[in-house]
């Protein structure tokens, strides 16, 4: 049996990846996650900490997004399905970004939000393979797609 390398990319305010993760475990299904740095802080200077100071704030974010996408567009180009979650607070425009890389590379996607994200992300929905609201539905999608389990069904 392979092994699936999985990257859920988004929001990182609530523990949705660690419901996955927990999810996927219990299911023993051979699953290998990565993400992006989720340390906010972190993500945010990682470029004027490694490369030094910025006076100028577009050029602050400007460093720190480039070493991130070094990070993202290795593991999504490395990833067999990439999940890409909308949270309810803040505008995730990099998640966006992450959904429509992905695509672009013909990578399975699975996009997460809740229907008051509908409207807004109808584009990005219309590139995913699956829109779902919940971890355990991408957990249940993960051993469909792997063993073919599917709840209710037996050979």
Known sequence: MRNWNVYLSGEIHTDWREQIEAGVKAAGL??????PVTHHEASDDCGVTILGEEPDKFWHDH????????????LIG???????????KY????AAFDAGYA??????????????????LKEVDAAALAVVETPDQIVHILDYVINGNLAGYTS
């Open 78 to 88: 490395d990833a067999d399905l990439v999940v890409v979650r909308f949270g309810e």
């Open 63 to 74: 460093k720190g997004a480039s070493i991130n996408a070094i990070r993202t567009r290795t």
């Open 91 to 94: 505008k995730q425009w990099n």
């Open 30 to 35: 051979p699953v290998k996650f990565s993400a």
């Open 103 to 120: 695509a672009a590379l013909g990578k399975p996607l699975v996009v997460m939000h809740g229907p008051d994200h509908q409207h807004a």
